[in-house]
């Protein structure tokens, strides 16, 4: 009957004998006595050729032999467990790497957008701000343009009146001036004399008969 035991060793010097056949006891569920039963596997000196395919198999060796081919794919099988591990977690590095890559080319370019716009924003508000300003300065410039046409204006109409005025009362004196007779005194003299004498006063220069 056979049995089947593992044994785990870090390196073939860690697989002690004893340790062997206890386990190989347990496994196969009898009662081996160890150094009874070692004997049997002990070299006894020089047998007799059995045959040219016959080979002695010390059990010792080949349960170090077993072992250490155990140990050794263990030993490959954990190796290239380690390095799937590193790979995997040196891709979810670069996949973490590029996401924060990507995050932060996003939140950079948000970043010059609204540095843009508030610029611009900026630069309508002072276009805006100059073109009120502008509109009124033409405004006050006109409104002084009007204020000084209607000054001017208006002080030429009173100088023209103030002209015609002197005007209209030179000819009115010199009308005056040139009357022989004031038709105020011969209203006057007409009431102070009789009706012939009336008509005699009205025609100046007239002789009169005694």
């Given at each position: 009957q056979g049995a089947h035991v593992t044994i785990n060793a870090r390196a073939e010097e860690d697989v002690e004998p004893?340790?062997?056949m206890e386990k190989v006891a347990k496994a196969s569920g009898a009662n081996y006595n160890f150094h009874k039963e070692s004997s049997k596997f002990?070299?006894?000196?020089?047998q007799a050729p059995v045959g040219s395919v016959?080979?002695?198999t010390n059990a010792m060796s080949e349960i170090k032999r077993v072992n250490k081919d155990n140990f050794w794919a263990k030993a490959e099988k954990d190796e290239e467990n380690r390095?799937?591990?590193e790979r995997r977690r040196a891709e979810e590095e670069r996949l973490r790497l590029e996401r924060e890559r990507r995050q932060r080319d996003l939140q950079e370019a948000a970043g010059r957008e609204q540095r843009?716009?508030?610029?611009?924003?900026?630069?309508e508000a002072q276009k805006r701000l100059q073109q009120q300003q502008e509109a009124e300065n033409r405004d006050k410039e006109q409104q002084q343009w009007k204020e000084q046409a209607e000054e001017l204006e208006a002080r030429q109409q009173k100088g023209f009146r103030r002209s015609e005025s002197v005007e209209k009362a030179q000819e009115a004196a010199?009308?005056?001036a040139q009357r022989a007779v004031n038709p105020r005194d011969i209203f006057m003299q007409r009431e102070k004399s009789g009706p012939g004498d009336a008509v005699a006063a009205a025609q100046?220069?007239?002789a009169q008969t005694p």
């Open positions: 004893e340790l062997i002990q070299d006894s000196g020089p016959y080979q002695k390095r799937l591990e843009y716009r508030a610029r611009a924003s900026e630069i010199s009308l005056i100046p220069g007239t």
